[in-house]
T-cell receptor, first 114, second 111 residues
Framework: GENVEQHPSTLSVQEGDSAVIKCTYS??????FPWYKQELGKRPQLIIDIRSNVGEKKDQRIAVTLNKTAKHFSLHITETQPEDSAVYFC?????????????FGQGTILTVHP | DVKVTQSSRYLVKRTGEKVFLECVQD?????MFWYRQDPGLGLRLIYF???????EKGDIPEGYSVSREKKERFSLILESASTNQTSMYLCASSGLTDTQYFGPGTRLTVL
């Protein structure tokens, strides 16, 4: 089955710096890669996703890049703010052929210091 | 707006008890999922269901079972709770877009 590895497990940055979280996946058939943010005591929520027919996607201060050849994808957060502090999870899926089943990475605890 | 609710936010049970965790979604989603969340291990899939009465094992199904008698409701059952099942349990649902919407979670403690 699919295996998703996520690094680093913790990341500490100063407000205004950039943060990068990286994930690798094992199944070359995976074609959908979402990122979820979980604030303390709250449920995970989708923040951005990318499908295998594109290499990069941006939404304001966050962007995701995908390298299908190397089987890795990354989350980039620019101009970090204290409210970006949360646990971030990457995931991979084969999309519609797998009933929406996601395999998650282990999570990254991001701390943004004011 | 998608709403996924779970029957309890906190639950304390004793070893050997049968435990029911319920999840309800209001968006007519076909797919529903149960995960457990433990620090450093991410979200691990226990079971999922893609239709009423249909279920598939996830990555860690041992010690759990599920029931989906109605499209909107997906139940997780711990037949005989053990201390190593103390965890946060998250339910999710998804439809045609693949986006999973999560419930608020149930923190289960087994004594």
């Amino acid at each position: 089955g699919e295996n998703v590895e996520q690094h680093p497990s913790t990341l500490s940055v100063q407000e205004g710096d950039s943060a990068v979280i990286k994930c690798t996946y094992s199944d070359s058939a995976s074609n959908y890669f979402p990122w979820y943010k979980q604030e303390l005591g709250k449920r995970p929520q989708l923040i951005i996703d990318i499908r295998s027919n594109v290499g990069e996607k941006k939404d304001q201060r966050i962007a995701v890049t995908l390298n299908k050849t190397a089987k890795h994808f990354s989350l980039h957060i620019t101009e970090t703010q204290p409210e970006d502090s949360a646990v971030y999870f990457c995931a991979a899926s084969k999309g519609g052929t797998s009933y929406g089943k996601l395999t998650f990475g282990q999570g990254t605890i991001l701390t943004v210091h004011p | 707006d998608v709403k996924v609710t779970q029957s309890s936010r906190y639950l304390v049970k004793r070893t050997g008890e049968k435990v029911f965790l319920e999840c309800v979604q209001d968006m007519d989603h076909e797919n529903m999922f149960w995960y457990r969340q433990d620090p450093g291990l991410g979200l691990r899939l226990i079971y999922f269901s893609y239709d009423v009465k249909m279920k598939e094992k996830g990555d860690i199904p041992e010690g759990y079972s599920v029931s989906r008698e109605k499209k909107e409701r997906f139940s997780l059952i711990l037949e005989s709770a053990s201390t190593n099942q103390t965890s946060m349990y998250l339910c999710a649902s998804s439809g045609l877009t693949d986006t999973q919407y999560f419930g608020p979670g149930t923190r289960l403690t087994v004594l």
